[in-house]
């Protein structure tokens, strides 16, 4: 059993305000994972502190930024030294199969390196060419935000962190990282790696706390910015307290991506993608591809195929190697999945192989069983809410400009894809999508590219270039 009885603060294993240790339990079974300290708001006010006085008195932001690199060099070095110890901690905690776990941890790694890229191409000061005919000179710098507010999700902890962490220390700033419960250990576990890097002290801080210990944090005087993944519900109210505050903000939300399958689609390779562009994470994705849109000529051999890939997803123990989906995170979320599946029966959607049961022998942890839905409406629920789980919804389509309708026919804009021989024909597709990523063939995504997305999926990108500059602000000196 692992237990951490402080909070990170500053760099500083700190005793919690609050004596009562959380407990994280498995959702597989529900044995006991560990303990973990929690944070309450006298924890935020002290983290904030700290990360004030850091930003404004301390050296980091005042670091040229090679050295900043080479902090981040040596903390990438030593993540991926831990990467299997850190699966096997996130599939405790999380119920995540361990070959996402283990194909999420190593693939940080190349995340972080993309953002080393960016921040060593970067021209922190420049001086602007002459075009006005003045003998003045202009400069321009680009200085640290200030202090980061950074608030992330259970379902990809150490994703969501070193999206924000390591672009916002690149940059200068300091950072206070709220997690969820769920993930205590595994992110705090993040601080003994800050410190061995050689972050210093006051830089960063790590504290496990519940919504309203998070809502504290980001309504505090003493945050600049506000770095978000989550849902959009809650995307809306961050929103709202930053712009009363004039906070900068950014906001990655939820999806409900759509995959079009075009009549000339290899649809042996569109199953197989959809294998883990549908069900990655136990389908805990925002990105997850779980519209299926496909042409009526195509229809029943897609639902066929795409019923097999379903009831070929082994369900059970996420520690086991052979295990593809693993429990949701809680109760409360296994209960929200099989809901949205009864809605869809209702709803008259046709069940084609799954339904709101609990696998047979997992009655002890969070499953829920793969389900897959047919002749779907895009106006029905199932359809235009996101549901976080192992659900897709098939719809059919008449023709391309009808594909695209319905794809853009949703609130949210974040991911999405096409399968098709003619790559051509899917390009002009993903140019018509109203998404902020989009694959041709299930492409993978660089990440150096920014991500994010449209409408209801958020505000400002990550990854990359675009993804430091989230942190980033710009001054203008004339001389």
Not at 73 to 79: G, I, K, P, V
Not at 160 to 184: D, F, M, Q, R, Y
Request: charged share 25%; aromatic share 6%.
């Amino acid at each position: 059993m692992i237990i951490y009885d402080r909070l990170y603060i500053g760099g500083r294993w700190t005793e919690p305000a609050k004596e009562e240790l959380l407990e994280i339990r498995s959702p597989h079974d529900r044995s006991l994972v560990g303990r973990a300290a929690e944070a309450t708001t006298p924890d935020v006010d002290l983290a904030v502190a700290t990360a004030r006085e850091a930003f404004d008195h301390g050296p980091w932001p005042r670091l040229v930024p090679a050295a900043r690199q080479e902090v981040i060099t040596r903390f990438n070095a030593l993540y991926a030294e831990r990467a299997e110890e850190i699966a096997d901690l996130t599939t405790a905690e999380n119920g995540s199969a361990r070959w996402f776990t283990g194909w999420t941890a190593a693939a940080l790694s190349q995340q972080t390196d993309a953002f080393l890229h960016a921040a060593a191409a970067l021209p922190w000061e420049e001086e602007l060419p002459r075009t006005d005919g003045t003998t003045s000179r202009t400069l321009v710098r680009r200085e640290p935000v200030g202090v980061v507010a950074a608030v992330i999700p259970w379902n990809a902890p150490h994703q969501s962190a070193l999206v924000k962490i390591v672009p916002a220390l690149l940059a200068g700033c300091t950072v206070v990282l709220k997690t969820s419960p769920e993930n205590a250990l595994v992110t705090l576990l993040l601080g003994e790696i800050l410190t061995a890097a050689g972050v210093p002290e006051g830089v960063v801080s790590i504290l496990p706390a519940d919504r309203e210990t998070s809502e504290y944090l980001i309504s505090h005087p003493g945050i600049d910015k506000i770095a978000f993944t989550g849902s959009t519900g809650a995307g809306r109210t961050i929103a709202a307290i930053a712009g009363r505050q004039l906070k900068r903000v950014s906001l990655e939300l939820g999806g409900k991506s759509a995959a079009i399958v075009l009549e000339d689609a290899d649809l042996d390779a569109m199953t197989e993608g959809l294998r883990f562009l549908g069900f990655a994470n136990n389908g805990e994705s925002c990105v997850a591809h779980t519209r299926v849109l496909v042409h009526r000529g195509r229809y029943d051999e897609a639902v066929a195929k795409l019923k097999d890939l379903v009831e070929s997803l082994t369900v059970g123990d996420p520690t086991d190697p052979d295990t593809f989906i693993g429990p949701m995170i809680r109760a409360d979320q296994q209960e929200r999945v099989r809901s949205y599946i009864e809605t869809g029966i209702r709803e008259g959607a046709r069940l084609v192989t799954g339904g709101p049961g609990v696998p047979a022998g997992l009655e002890d942890g969070y499953y829920v069983t793969p389900t897959l839905f047919a002749d779907v409406d895009n106006s029905m629920r199932i359809a235009q809410e996101e549901i976080f789980g192992p659900v897709l919804v098939v719809i059919p389509f008449d023709d391309d400009d009808h594909a695209v309708r319905i794809a853009n026919d949703s609130p949210y804009g974040l991911g999405g894809g096409v399968w098709t021989a003619d790559t051509a024909r899917g390009l002009e597709i993903g140019r018509r999508v109203r998404t902020g990523t989009f694959s041709v063939n299930g492409a993978p995504p660089s990440l150096e590219a920014p991500f994010g997305g449209f409408k209801n999926s958020g505000i400002g990108r990550e990854f990359g270039t675009v993804g430091l500059s989230q942190y980033i602000e710009y001054k203008t000196i004339t001389i």
